[in-house]
C-alpha cells in the first residue's frame, strides 16, 4: 500500500474518532438531560441548545486542535523509557491549547453573542475561566486530549512490542549461530584429531582408564554444547563449567605444558551471562595463543564483581597478536560474540582486547550485573 494510501486511512480513522467524540458527548449530554427530567421539579428540555453546544464549545474548537495534538503525539511519543517525561510535556500542551481554546471561545462569546448584563462587566479574557471549570471544557479536553494522544501512542507501543519481538528473535537466531558455531569448531579436524590423538595414545600403553576417562570428558563436553539451548542468559557458573571441560580435554593433551590458573570471586558465579559466551574467547587463546608458544605457557581466568559490573578477564602469555596490524579481522567466532553482545547490552559492555608486555593475549569483558541474578 502506498504512503498517500496510509494517510488517507489515517485521516480517514482520525474523522470517524471525532465523530465518534462528538456522538459520545451528545450521549453524555442526553444522559444529564434525562437525569435532570427525573430529579428536577422545575425541568426544561434542552436538546439543540446543548447539541448547540458541545458542537461550538468542544467539537468545533478541537476539528481545529486535533492536527496540532497529532503532531505532539508524534513529536514527543509516550514510550516506557521516558513515560513520566512525556506525560508531564502533554499535561502542559493540554494546559496551552485548553488557554487558547478557551480564549477563543471566549473572544467569541464576548463580541458575538448575547451576554447578561453582569457578563458585560467583565473583560473578554476574563471569562476563560467561566468556559473551562464552569461549564467543565477543561474536563472534556482531557478527555478528548487523551483519547487522541492514546491512539497515536498505542501505535508506538504496538510498533516497540514488534522491534522486541524482532530482538528476541534477532537473539535466538544468533544464539543458535552461536552453538552450530562451537560445535563446527569443537569438531573441526584440529580439535578433534588432536583429542582422538591422545585418546588412542593412551589406549596403545594400556592406560584405559585414562582413555575411558578422556572419551567420557569428550562426550560430556559435547553434551554440556547442547544444555540450555533455549536459554539466551545462563549463570556464569555453568557456563564456566563447560569452559573447564573443554580445558579439561586439552590439559590431557598438552600436559604440563599449559597451567590453567582460576581466580573466580564467588559472588559472581551466580551472575547471568549470555551462554556460549565464553567459549570462542578461551579457544582464541588456546588455538592462537598457547598452542604457537615453544614451552610452558598460562592461562589465566578471572571473575570479579566491582559495584554494578561483571568483570571476566582472560589473560595468556602465548605468542600474542599484532591488533595494530590494518590485516587483523576477528573470527567468526569472535564476531558472533561481539554481535550478541551488542544486541543483549547495547551501551553496556565492552570488549577489549589487549597485547601483554611480557607477550600473550589479554580479553578484558565487563557487563552489566542488572539483568539479575540466579
Known amino acids: 500500500m502506498t504512503k498517500s494510501g496510509n494517510k488517507l486511512i489515517n485521516l480517514k480513522s482520525i474523522t470517524l474518532l471525532l465523530i465518534f467524540i462528538w456522538l459520545g458527548l451528545a450521549f453524555y449530554l442526553l444522559l444529564s438531560q434525562i437525569s435532570s427530567w427525573l430529579t428536577s421539579h422545575h425541568f426544561e428540555l434542552a436538546i439543540l441548545a446543548n447539541i448547540e453546544f458541545i458542537t461550538v464549545r468542544i467539537w468545533l474548537p478541537w476539528v481545529a486542535l486535533t492536527p496540532v495534538t497529532l503532531w505532539l503525539a508524534l513529536r514527543f511519543p509516550i514510550k516506557p523509557k521516558n ?6 510535556l502533554h499535561s502542559l500542551f493540554l494546559l496551552s491549547l485548553s488557554l487558547i481554546a478557551g480564549l477563543f471561545i471566549s473572544l467569541h462569546y464576548h463580541f458575538f453573542e448575547n451576554m447578561t448584563q453582569a457578563m458585560e462587566s ?4 476574563q471569562h476563560i475561566g467561566h468556559f473551562l471549570f464552569g461549564d467543565n471544557l477543561f474536563l472534556f479536553n482531557i478527555i478528548i486530549y487523551t483519547i487522541l494522544v492514546t ?5 508506538n507501543f504496538a510498533q516497540i512490542a514488534d522491534n522486541e519481538a524482532v530482538i528476541a528473535s534477532q537473539l535466538n537466531h544468533q544464539l543458535i549461530e552461536s552453538q552450530l558455531q562451537t560445535l563446527k569448531m569443537q569438531i ?3 580439535f578433534l584429531f588432536n583429542t582422538l590423538n591422545v585418546i588412542s595414545v593412551l589406549v596403545m600403553k594400556s592406560e584405559k582408564e585414562q582413555a575411558t576417562e578422556m572419551i567420557n570428558k569428550l562426550s560430556s563436553f559435547f553434551r554440556n554444547s547442547l544444555d540450555e539451548k533455549d536459554q539466551q542468559l545462563i549463570p556464569l557458573q555453568k557456563e564456566l563449567h563447560h569452559v573447564e571441560q573443554y580445558l579439561a580435554i586439552e590439559q590431557v593433551r598438552f600436559g604440563d605444558r599449559i597451567s590453567i590458573v582460576k ?10 551471562v549470555p551462554s556460549m559466551l565464553l567459549q570462542p574467547l578461551i579457544e582464541n587463546a ?5 598452542e604457537e608458544k615453544e614451552g610452558k605457557g598460562t592461562l589465566t581466568i578471572s571473575c570479579h564483581v566491582q559495584e554494578q559490573s561483571l568483570f571476566i578477564v582472560i589473560m595468556d602469555d602465548g605468542a600474542g597478536c599484532n591488533f595494530d596490524d590494518h590485516n587483523f579481522k576477528a573470527g567468526i567466532g569472535l564476531s558472533n560474540v561481539k554481535s550478541r553482545l551488542k544486541q543483549l547490552y547495547p551501551t553496556e559492555h565492552s570488549l577489549v582486547y589487549s597485547s601483554n608486555n611480557q607477550g600473550g593475549v589479554t580479553v578484558t569483558l565487563t557487563l552489566p550485573i542488572n539483568l539479575g541474578e540466579i
Open 83 to 88: 513515560w513520566l517525561k512525556g506525560l508531564l
Open 122 to 125: 467583565y473583560q473578554p479574557w
Open 151 to 155: 491512539n497515536i501512542n498505542i501505535k
Open 188 to 190: 573441526n579436524p584440529h
Open 263 to 272: 581466580d573466580y570471586d564467588e559472588k559472581a558465579l551466580s551472575m547471568l
Open 286 to 290: 588456546m588455538q592462537h595463543g598457547l
